[in-house]
């Protein structure tokens, strides 16, 4: 069973900035589509950002366009997301995910997760 893993979550103060990571053991991610979303406490999850297989980034978030960014590096066999200038309000648990084919749809697999808190 592939496992994925998140990290680089913490807690950081309103302004500052994070660098998520999702690595994967068994299987390049470079075959898949790799989305983030997140979910806070009491709150639907939502979807963040995605990078497909021909490398093609979306942020979702209005709220997230031009503070984030998503990107692989395949020899790492790794996704990060780049998150810059956080609000209270970014503050949640962030995941991984694999898609087989584009960004929407069903994913495969799912990390479980790296806590974010934005907080002063």
């Known amino acids: 069973q592939p496992q994925l893993v998140e990290s680089g979550g913490g807690l950081v103060q309103p302004g500052g900035s994070l660098r998520l990571s999702c690595a994967a053991s068994?299987?390049?991610?470079?075959?898949?589509?790799v989305g983030w979303f997140r979910q806070a406490p009491g709150k639907e999850r939502e979807k963040v950002s995605c990078i497909s297989k021909s490398d093609i980034t979306t942020i979702y978030p209005d709220s997230a366009k031009g503070r984030f960014a998503i990107s692989r590096d395949n020899a790492k066999n790794t996704v990060y997301l780049e998150m810059s200038s956080l609000k209270p309000e970014d503050t949640a648990v962030y995941y991984c995910?694999?898609?087989?084919?584009?960004?929407?749809?069903?994913?495969?697999?799912r990390g479980q997760g790296t806590q974010v808190t934005v907080s002063s």
């Open positions: 995910v694999l898609y087989p084919g584009v960004c929407d749809g069903l994913f495969e697999y």
């Open positions: 068994e299987i390049p991610l470079n075959y898949y589509s």
